[in-house]
């Protein structure tokens, strides 16, 4: 049995990524539980999970961008678990990363080469606490090729839900001046929410405006009404 733990909205049931590994599990005969937990009331395992951990029925749990109080109760547990995200040190939990550092680097290194001066990273302010250290790689790669331009922000956060989203686009594009030429957008499921607004609103992509997704998973275009 194996139970995966989501501590972002969309992370298990947004992702096709996870949904592929859900379904192969489930395939070859594993048994699957998936739960979306809210990192901001975290208390501890709920009732019906306890009385798995408890009995040790669980043969690995998934933790997907567990923050550290929901990492440090797992460790001290002596759980069997793999953490999607960085572990915190000296927890001695197994953890799989992509290495966001090198690739905000790339990234900037890239719309650079491009010519872009202006080029603002998207990102949840929930992903910005759990992934510091890639959002301080983004900044620093950005002034070293942009040193003429120190007061542009290239670090861009909104809070959870599509309504904050969509305000952060329309400061940018409609307060801020002048407005960003490229956008790295950390979560894959904000990048078709981009596309449609700026095409929405008279912005050509990539003609006036670039696009990198952060993250690799396939995604289906669909139209915002």
Not at 49 to 58: G, I, R, T
Not at 72 to 100: M, N, Q, T, W, Y
Request: aromatic share 10%; glycine share 6%; net charge positive.
């Amino acid at each position: 049995k194996v139970v995966f733990l989501a501590f972002s909205p969309n992370w298990l049931h947004g992702s096709f990524y996870y949904q592929n590994i859900l379904s192969e599990l489930t395939r070859h005969g594993v048994q699957v539980r998936s739960v979306e937990c809210d990192p901001k009331n975290w208390k501890g395992l709920p009732a019906n999970l306890e009385e798995l951990a408890s009995k040790q029925e669980v043969n690995c749990w998934v933790l997907l961008g567990a923050p550290p109080a929901v990492q440090k109760s797992f460790a001290g547990r002596r759980l069997p678990c793999l953490l999607d995200g960085v572990a915190i040190e000296g927890s001695g939990l197994h953890d799989f990363e992509v290495d966001f550092d090198a690739l905000f680097r790339h990234a900037v290194n890239h719309l650079v080469l491009k010519g872009h001066r202006r080029i603002c990273l998207l990102t949840s302010a929930h992903s910005a606490r759990i992934n510091p250290g890639s959002i301080q790689a983004f900044r620093e790669t950005w002034q070293k090729r942009v040193p003429e331009n120190p007061t542009w922000e290239p670090i861009q956060t909104y809070g959870e839900g599509k309504e904050q989203f969509l305000a952060l686009l329309r400061t940018l594009f409609f307060s801020k001046k002048p407005a960003p030429t490229a956008l790295v957008v950390a979560s894959v499921l904000q990048v078709t929410t981009t596309m449609t607004w700026l095409m929405k609103n008279g912005l050509r992509i990539p003609e006036d405006v670039s696009i990198l997704s952060r993250d690799p998973y396939q995604i289906r275009l669909t139209w915002e009404e």
